[in-house]
């Protein structure tokens, strides 16, 4: 194959995200974890940042029966089997950032179940190709993107003082729009959580049990382990491998860890998991702090995986659909000659009572002499 | 010298009762009402006579300000304020009609009424002056129609509201909602103030949320919550503030990898100033006489170094020759604007997309005196700096397929345009009487980029190889309600990826 030109669209590929801080190359909670995705596949990229568009998600109002029919809908179209999804998960996913591009390539957050699924559809990096269609994996994904990313916007956005949100999403932005921003974004959330003056109270211990549960059913299946899932690809051998599990929880932990303040309950609760703490350092210091957003690929210590295919990596021209709206329909050659004429017959229609009603009318001649004769002006 | 003009309808001046000489004898024996009004009469002759030869001096006792029940007096007063500082009857006269002028330029006020009046018996050389006003009964006003906004690159559609003099400050509120035929719509309010505290010149404010759907052409549609603060406003200059909160976003999702980079929120902050001067004998079809326009921008005036900054400086100049037969005329333009960002790392910084200079439209260069922006026989955003759309499907094996339409036009640093037209009547009576003209053209426009270090690349040859050239003829048929152009346009040159049709064109522009 052209290995030459095929390593040329890696370089290009390039993920955008939100800025770094915290010591972590970015402490927006769907964008990290896409990060580290790529850089446990060993996928070369370039990174660049957004600094400008906290609110590229849409945070769908759950007013209305139709927009709960409306969640129904998008969660089937979602690859967890038999899971409802919580809708905080829904919402993230239609967030544009983070996404992962190239020229004329795209694979946004907010399509096709995110910028994971799009590059497991689009055969760019799979780490999942084992373990992706088995119960306790896919159980455990949706307790992570559901109870933990509940968990994770509280603390961020209510439960906190807000100065960590406000440094990841408004401190690129002028004040007055970054503190506008915040507002609403805080307001959003709470109506996202169900957050009333009535419900604060039971909604906030209910998060915090459910993280607190999360966290220690996490801890009981990682064990001493590297990773979280064995790969059962190979069937003679277990190997634990990273797949998009390790990546959704290591986001959460390390933006726990450290974007979050020290007095939070959150943090508080994840430190008292030992081994999830170890995992997360561990691969902090594995695959973040060391080396570029690039590695050379033969210097990885991930074995390479077959299904990943980033070896093959071309950039795909897929049939995504588009979030609103119907699909384009082609048009033939004689629609558009059909549709060009009656264009040009229409306008004629029109140009001719014009100047029928012109000449009927007349139009008064809009000449003005002006001789420098100077009107009254507040010059004067 | 005493300028012998008609007075305003509205001035009223008694001069019935003005008495210069104190010392002249009144020794009018009693007489009929028809001597008396041979006598009024000869004195007025006597009067006028001596204004024409000679200064008669006089000066005003008083100002009387009547029928302003709601209106502030502070407001009226400061439009008279002249009349205080004549030292002549003719100075008067003219003050008097200029104070008339004034006052109804307000436009608060049903009716003015200025009267000269003698002052008292024991001052000689002196008047009172009565400024009678009539207040707008109806302070609340609608109006619709279709205008040409200055910012604007085509017409809108504009409904509005205004109440009159609510506070007596001679204030002018009103809220508009308008929709532009270039998918921009626009709900504002405002207000405008004759005096704004001790500042002589009025002052406006508004306040505006704007919506321009660029999907067509850029893929984004963008939305501005804006501040406008007119500083000055005279007849040649033109100073405004705008603070604006605007965002770019993709619902479409399909935008390029340079758009994609701007999507976001940013703040705008900038200081607008132009110089206006206007001396040709019409705006729509000038047969003689020049104009100049130059319009500078400095955005950033922010106290947060984050808003966006950049200075923008662009000018228009145009010039009418008449040729002296079938009222023909040539006009010739040149236009021309440059945008660069300033700040730390300004070489790599790109401007920000809605800032840029754009070319394209039907838009006829003639009427639009302003800036570069129109290029006969290209589509709106049809020319410049482009970039391939997110891919999508297998679309380029199709037939007809057009890959201009799916590439986005990103504007660009530098736009120079040029034209010359030539309009003549028609021989025909019946259209020449409906002012139904015909003209030829020829324009030529360049849009190239210069951020971002792109002005390393550009040599003398490569800029003078970006021009874009096109020529026709046509018909401009005006009427009471739109101003139409049917044209033929041809393209002399154009570049691969420009959206431009040799053809017969239509194009539509406000009748004023």
């Known amino acids: 194959m052209d290995e030459a030109i095929q390593s040329e669209q890696q370089q290009h590929l390039t993920l955008v995200i939100r800025k770094a801080c915290f010591g972590l190359p970015t402490a927006c909670p769907s964008c990290l974890p896409v990060y580290i995705y790529l850089k446990f596949a060993n996928v070369p990229f370039d990174l660049s940042y957004n600094l400008t568009f906290p609110d590229s998600d849409h945070f769908l109002s759950i007013e209305s029966t139709k927009d709960k029919e ?91 003082d807000g100065s960590s949100a406000h440094k990841i999403y408004y401190s690129d932005l002028p004040w007055p729009v970054g503190k506008l921003l915040y507002l609403k974004q805080v307001h959003n959330v709470k109506q996202l959580l169900g957050i009333s003056k009535e419900t604060a109270e039971r909604r906030e211990e209910e998060i915090y049990r459910r993280a607190t549960m999360a966290y220690q059913a996490l801890s009981t299946k990682l064990g001493e382990e590297s990773f979280f899932s064995d790969n059962r690809q190979v069937p003679t051998c277990y190997i634990f491998l990273p797949t998009s599990l390790d990546a959704f929880f290591l986001g959460h932990a390390l933006i726990t860890l450290y974007a979050l303040p020290e007095t939070s309950v959150l943090r508080g609760k994840l430190l008292e998991q030992a081994n999830l703490v170890k995992y997360a350092d561990k691969l902090k210091a594995e695959f973040l702090d060391a080396g570029s957003s690039s590695p050379d690929p033969s210097s990885s210590s991930v074995p390479r995986r077959g299904p990943s295919n980033w070896g093959k990596f071309r950039v795909p021209v897929t049939n995504c659909s588009k979030p609103k709206g119907q699909p384009k329909r082609e048009r033939t050659q004689e629609e558009k000659s059909f549709r060009r004429k009656a264009k040009y017959f229409l306008v004629t229609q029109m140009v001719a009572v014009l100047v029928f009603l012109s000449l009927l009318g007349g139009s008064d001649d809009t000449e003005v002499d002006a001789d420098g004769d100077d009107g009254f002006d507040y010059d004067g | 010298m005493v300028e012998k003009e008609d007075p305003i309808s509205e001035v009223a001046e008694d001069e019935e009762d003005y008495d210069e000489d104190e010392d002249e004898e009144e020794e009018e024996p009693p007489v009929t009402s028809q001597s008396r009004m041979r006598n009024d009469r000869e004195r007025m002759e006597g009067l006028l006579r001596r204004m024409s030869s000679e200064r008669v001096p006089l000066r005003v006792h008083d100002v009387i300000i009547k029928g302003n029940n709601k209106t502030k007096e502070s407001l009226i007063e400061a439009e008279v304020q002249a009349l205080k500082t004549v030292t002549s009857m003719q100075e008067l006269l003219q003050a008097a009609t200029i104070a008339n002028a004034r006052l109804q330029k307000l436009a608060i006020f049903d009716s003015v009424t200025v009267t000269l009046d003698s002052g008292p018996p024991d001052l000689p050389g002196t008047s009172n002056v009565i400024v009678e006003v009539v207040e707008s009964k109806n302070r609340v006003t609608g109006d619709i129609g279709i205008f040409t906004k200055p910012e604007a690159r085509s017409w809108s559609l504009e ?123 019409s705006p729509l079809r000038p047969t003689r006489g020049f104009a100049f326009v130059s319009t500078s921008q400095l955005g950033g005036i922010f106290p947060d170094y984050r808003s966006v900054r950049f200075i923008r400086q662009e000018f228009d100049l145009r010039y009418a020759l008449p040729l002296g037969f079938a009222r023909a005329a040539i006009n010739f333009g040149v236009a021309g604007g440059v945008i660069f960002p300033w700040g730390g790392g300004f070489v790599n910084t790109p401007v920000s997309l809605p800032d840029r200079f754009f070319l394209g439209g039907n838009s006829s260069p003639v009427c639009s005196l302003g800036g570069p922006t129109s290029l006969l026989g290209f589509k709106t955003r049809g020319l410049g700096p482009s970039e391939p759309r997110r891919e999508v499907g297998e679309k380029a094996g199709d037939a007809g397929f057009d890959p201009s339409s799916e590439r986005d036009f990103l504007g660009g640093d530098l736009a120079v345009t040029a034209f010359a037209d ?83 064109q239509f194009s539509f522009s406000s009748p004023l």
Not at chain 1, 132 to 139: A, G, I
Not at chain 2, 204 to 224: G, I, M, P
Not at chain 2, 228 to 245: M, V
Request: charged share 20%.
């Open chain 2, 159 to 281: 409904s509005s509201l205004k109440l009159k003099n609510m506070l007596g400050h001679g204030d002018i509120w009103d809220g508009s909602l308008s929709y532009g035929w270039d998918q921009t719509s626009e709900i504002s309010t405002g207000v405008a103030l004759p005096r704004f505290m001790k500042l002589v010149n009025p002052v406006t404010a508004r306040v505006s949320l704007l919506s321009q759907d660029w999907l067509k052409f850029s893929s984004y549609k963008e939305q501005a919550l804006g501040l406008s603060l007119g500083l000055l406003s005279t007849r040649n200059h033109d100073l405004a503030y705008n603070l604006s909160w605007r965002t770019l976003t993709d619902p479409s999702q399909m935008a390029c990898k340079s758009v994609r980079s701007q999507l976001g929120h940013n703040l705008l902050s900038h200081l607008k100033y132009t110089f206006k001067i206007d001396k040709r004998n």
């Open chain 2, 422 to 504: 030539l309009s003549f009547d028609l021989p025909l009576k019946v259209l020449r009487d409906s002012n139904i003209h015909g003209h030829a053209f020829a324009c030529a426009g360049s849009l190239v980029k210069l951020t971002e270090n792109s002005f390393r690349d550009l040599s003398f040859q490569k800029y003078r190889d970006s021009f874009r050239r096109s020529a026709g003829f046509g018909l401009i048929v005006p009427t009471k309600l739109f101003r139409m152009e049917v044209n033929y346009c041809y393209i002399l040159r154009q570049h691969e990826h420009d959206r431009a049709k040799t053809g017969v």
């Open chain 1, 70 to 160: 409306k969640l129904l809908l998008l969660s089937t179209s979602v690859n967890f089997c038999d899971v409802s999804l919580d809708l905080q998960h829904l919402c993230s996913l239609a967030d544009q950032i983070p996404y992962v591009d190239t020229d004329t390539y795209v694979a946004y957050n907010n399509e096709k179940g995110g910028v994971i699924e799009s590059l497991k559809e689009d055969n760019i990096v799979n780490l999942d190709a084992g373990v992706q269609n088995l119960p306790e994996w896919v159980s455990t994904m949706a307790m992570i993107n559901s109870w933990l990313s509940d968990a994770i916007l509280y603390e961020l956005w209510v439960g906190s």
